[in-house]
T-cell receptor, first 114, second 113 residues
Framework: AQSVTQLDSQVPVFEEAPVELRCNYSSSVSVYLFWYVQYPNQGLQLLLKYLSGSTLVKGINGFEAEFNKSQTSFHLRKPSVHISDTAEYFCAVIRNSGNTPLVFGKGTRLSVIA | DAGVTQSPTHLIKTRGQHVTLRCSPISGHKSVSWYQQVLGQGPQFIFQYYEKEERGRGNFPDRFSARQFPNYSSELNVNALLLGDSALYLC????????????FGPGTRLLVL
């Protein structure tokens, strides 16, 4: 079964600084990868996804992520964060074959400091 | 276009009671999945339905059940509520299961006292 590890539970960063949220996955087969964002008291919003093709994926709100198969990673980056980026970020993985569910990491709390 | 909608938004129950949560998918989406998100954790998969049939079930007790209706909306039922069932329950819809991108609703926050 696949699993997801988000290496940092909390990441504080100053406004306009760059940020990287780390995600590693474990799977014996090929996978699709997703990043979701959850603002306080809300559901999950899709930021970006990797299905195939280019390993650099661009998403909404200026975020991007790079799929690295050899390191089984899918780290999320943003060159300059805003206060409004303060939220919980979840990495998720699903096998690209068979009937298995979407599996989420435990989340990374991004706090942007003015 | 309307996104995934869920009702109610908040709910307070006592131990031993039963609860029904409702979800309407994005128009055109035929698959609905349910997740439980306990405070401080990522969502955990409970069920996936497609064309009114169960396509997947997570590691949850039989107290949890669900169904999907002909209009693709769905209900999640939980019997004999326990304190540990307190969580945010998220519904997600997708065009097809299981690997199509899932779009989430705002969730129903359940508190069991």
């Amino acid at each position: 079964a696949q699993s997801v590890t988000q290496l940092d539970s909390q990441v504080p960063v100053f406004e306009e600084a760059p940020v990287e949220l780390r995600c590693n996955y474990s799977s014996s087969v090929s996978v699709y990868l997703f990043w979701y964002v959850q603002y306080p008291n809300q559901g999950l919003q899709l930021l970006l996804k990797y299905l195939s093709g280019s390993t650099l994926v661009k998403g909404i709100n200026g975020f991007e992520a790079e799929f690295n198969k050899s390191q089984t990673s899918f780290h999320l980056r943003k060159p300059s964060v805003h206060i409004s980026d303060t939220a919980e970020y979840f990495c998720a993985v699903i096998r690209n074959s068979g009937n298995t569910p979407l599996v989420f990491g435990k989340g990374t709390r991004l706090s942007v400091i003015a | 276009d309307a996104g995934v909608t869920q009702s109610p938004t908040h709910l307070i129950k006592t131990r031993g009671q039963h609860v029904t949560l409702r979800c309407s998918p994005i128009s055109g989406h035929k698959s609905v999945s349910w997740y439980q998100q306990v405070l401080g954790q990522g969502p955990q998969f409970i069920f996936q339905y497609y064309e009114k049939e169960e396509r997947g079930r997570g590691n949850f007790p039989d107290r949890f059940s669900a169904r999907q209706f002909p209009n693709y909306s769905s209900e999640l039922n939980v019997n004999a509520l326990l304190l540990g069932d307190s969580a945010l329950y998220l519904c997600a819809s997708s065009l097809l299961p299981p690997r199509e991108t899932q779009y989430f609703g705002p969730g129903t926050r359940l508190l069991v006292l």
